[in-house]
């Protein structure tokens, strides 16, 4: 049972680029999150999901885009890298509401 | 909307004692709150799932407690090793589809 899993686990982009951070999980949990967190902080909602075709913001969407095509994928897209984008981002899923959330492993990013 | 504090910030203590990490919450009318275990550049290991129902849940050497009224709970570890060093998070779900997390609590036990 792999869980969730996040790739790439580090890349680097230049300021203006694109990319997409890509999340699965093989649980059939139906609820889907993206996370940022800043070197001393806690983490930060970015986008969440509550199913296929279902997205919605969090605290801090700026920036950012997803979709949920499948209930497996949450892909995180980033146009026109900032360097304010530098951080370590986190995908996790959960089954339903009021149930325990699992983390991947993260994805480190750095805009320079 | 929800804020999450906890203390202390970061702790250390010898190997052997017996410890306690905090954390408060201001909005009481929460489904359930998650205590995380976070390894440096590592993901998140989740530690206690506590229900809004429940008072404490226990795994091991491990307890936390949940008092909704007061907006607080607290893990308790026993008798600490040098293997539980790591950031401790706090995470409360208000929601019910999103958590809201504390900064965490840096933990160093000493051989």
């Known amino acids: 049972n792999a869980g969730v899993t996040q790739t790439p686990k580090f890349r680097i982009l230049k300021i203006g680029q694109s990319m997409t951070l890509q999340c699965t999980q093989d649980m059939n949990h139906n609820y889907m999150y993206w996370y940022r967190q800043d070197p001393g902080m806690g983490l930060k909602l970015i986008y969440y999901?509550?199913?296929?075709?279902?997205?919605d913001k969090g605290e801090v969407p700026n920036g950012y885009n997803v979709s949920r095509s499948t209930t497996e994928d949450f892909p995180l897209r980033l146009e026109l890298a900032a360097p304010s984008q530098t951080s370590v981002y986190f995908c996790a899923s959960s089954y339903g509401t009021g149930d325990g959330y699992t983390f991947g492993s993260g994805t480190r990013l750095t805009v320079v | 909307k929800q804020e999450v504090t906890q203390i202390p910030a970061a702790l250390s203590v010898p190997e052997g004692e017996n410890l306690v990490l905090n954390c408060s919450f201001t909005?009481?009318?929460?489904?359930?709150l998650q205590w995380f275990r976070q390894d440096p550049g590592k993901g998140l290991t989740s530690l206690l799932l506590?229900?809004?129902?429940?008072r404490e849940q226990t795994s091991g050497r491990l307890n936390a407690s949940l008092d909704k009224s007061s907006g607080r709970s607290t893990l308790y570890i026993a008798a600490s090793q040098p293997g539980d060093s790591a950031t401790y998070l706090c995470?409360?779900?208000?929601?019910?589809?999103?958590?809201?997390f504390g900064e965490g609590t840096q933990l160093t036990v000493n051989p």
């Open positions: 999901s509550v199913g296929a075709g279902i997205t």
């Open positions: 909005d009481s009318a929460i489904y359930n």
């Open positions: 995470a409360v779900n208000t929601s019910g589809s999103r958590l809201t």
């Open positions: 506590i229900q809004s129902s429940q």
